[in-house]
Nanobody, 127 residues
Framework: QVQLVESGGGSVQSGGSLRLSCAAS????????MAWFRQVPGKEREGVAG???????TYADSVKGRFTLSQDKAKNAMYLEMDSLNPDDTAMYYC?????????????????????WGKGTLVTISP
């Protein structure tokens, strides 16, 4: 059973930075794609960044140039470095994974196809 555990959320002022981590386990020898999503109450979950089996990373336009996704497969870990944060980035951030041979954009966009979700970590950006 795949388990995903996020950490690194917190409260920072606008313009600040945070680094989220996702510790993953249970993939075995399966191929998989992973993604970061975020959600605020009353809105749909938004795919922020995704990485697929070939290591290509894709970003939502809203975070391009400010967020950086990285992955350490040896540690089964994924990270999201978030810079130049603003209040619109305030949300619960979720780590997600889908088993199979998929590119990162599939994981980032097709949230209904995600197999596994973490419980989330809260990011709050003050003006």
């Amino acid at each position: 059973q795949v388990q995903l555990v996020e950490s690194g959320g917190g409260s920072v002022q606008s313009g600040g930075s945070l680094r989220l981590s996702c510790a993953a386990s249970g993939f075995g020898n399966n191929e998989y794609c992973m993604a970061w999503f975020r959600q605020v109450p009353g809105k749909e979950r938004e795919g922020v960044a995704g990485i697929g089996v070939f290591g290509r990373v894709t970003y939502a336009d809203s975070v391009k140039g400010r967020f950086t996704l990285s992955q350490d497969k040896a540690k089964n870990a994924m990270y999201l470095e978030m810079d130049s944060l603003n209040p619109d980035d305030t949300a619960m951030y979720y780590c997600a994974a889908k088993i199979g041979h998929y590119d990162g954009i599939f994981c980032r966009i097709m949230n209904t196809e995600i197999d596994y979700w973490g419980k989330g970590t809260l990011v709050t950006i003050s003006p």
